[in-house]
């Protein structure tokens, strides 16, 4: 069993990374509130609806947790179909996961970046983040509106919604 030793520069104090989400937020025109220098909500469009972008830093633990809310509500009756598709969809994610918020059934994209032993998160990483996030609800926007409203299987929904097309019509 190999030791870690700890070195007293690996124990540096990250600089606030929000202050980098911020930039690369108002960068992209897109409306945000800093509500306290532990948390920031943005709302981006997309192709099918708007999303809700939530940033929360941990100073004690050097944590940038990232949500990334589809502007979609599950009723209480299709959340077991929904649960079924989140779980096939995470298996086909290399980073990050999808999961569903209790309360409002809100399907949600989740990342948690650790930043300790670094001076901060680059603005490549959040571009990174935030694109990743953005491109794989969109990717997966269809299959859960074939679950939720068409009333597909998460295996159908999954089918019909990863379809490659090519070629123009």
């Known amino acids: ?21 911020e930039q690369v937020i108002a960068g992209n025109d897109w409306m945000f509130d800093r509500r306290s220098d532990a948390e920031l909500a943005a709302e981006a469009n997309g192709k099918w609806c708007d999303y809700g972008l939530f940033f929360c830093w941990s100073d004690e633990i050097s944590v940038l ?21 989140l779980a ?17 059934g809100m399907p949600v994209y989740r990342q948690t970046v650790l930043l300790r032993g670094t001076p901060s998160a680059s603005a490549e990483s959040v571009e990174d ?17 074939f679950v939720l409203w068409g009333g597909k299987s998460a295996d159908e929904a999954l089918d019909a919604a990863m379809l490659e097309c090519a070629g123009e019509a």
């Not at 947790?65 to 598709?85: G, T």
């Not at 983040?129 to 509106?145: K, L, Y």
């Open 1 to 21: 069993m190999t030791s870690l030793a700890l070195h007293e520069d690996d124990t540096a104090t990250v600089s606030n990374p929000l202050d980098l989400v």
């Open 65 to 85: 947790h990232f949500s990334c809310a589809f502007d979609m509500k599950a009723p209480v009756k299709q959340r077991a179909a929904l649960y079924e598709l």
């Open 88 to 104: 096939k969809a995470n298996e086909r994610l290399w980073v990050g996961h999808f999961g569903m918020d209790e309360e409002t």
């Open 129 to 145: 983040m935030v694109d990743i996030a953005i491109t794989e609800c969109e990717r997966f926007f269809p299959a859960f509106q």
